[in-house]
């Protein structure tokens, strides 16, 4: 089983950059696919990226190619999202997400989530 906790959230001004990170409990983190998702206030949980156990294939959604970027570091149990070039349309909670033998797109996939934590991008 794994238990994860996302941290690096805030407000940030559009333009800059933001790191989130997703630490992993249990030793078994680095066999699980992981992904992030997000949900903005009033609308569903929606993609934003995942990656394999490995680190060696990444998806993205279509509105963050280029400007996100998706990576591990599975000796520290730790995920990360790193965001650059931010709109106020990245404003919403992110979440990250785990499942041994899923790395889709579908939110349904994943068994294992994090709470949660809020990105805010002013304009």
């Known amino acids: 089983q794994v238990q994860l906790v996302e941290s690096g959230g805030g407000l940030v001004q559009a333009g800059g950059p933001l790191r989130l990170s997703c630490a992993a409990s249990g030793r078994t983190f680095r066999v699980y696919n992981m992904g992030w998702f997000r949900q903005a ?7 934003v990226a995942s990656i394999t156990w490995s680190g060696g294939a990444t998806i993205y959604t ?62």
């Open 41 to 47: 206030p009033g609308k569903e949980r929606e993609f």
């Open 62 to 123: 279509d509105p963050v190619k280029g400007r996100f970027t998706i990576s591990r570091d599975n000796a520290k149990n730790t995920g990360y999202l790193q965001m650059s070039s931010m709109k106020p349309d990245d404003t919403a909670v992110y979440y990250c997400a785990a499942s041994p033998d899923y790395r889709g797109t579908y939110y349904t996939g994943y068994g294992y989530w994090g709470q949660g934590t809020q990105v805010t991008v002013s304009s």
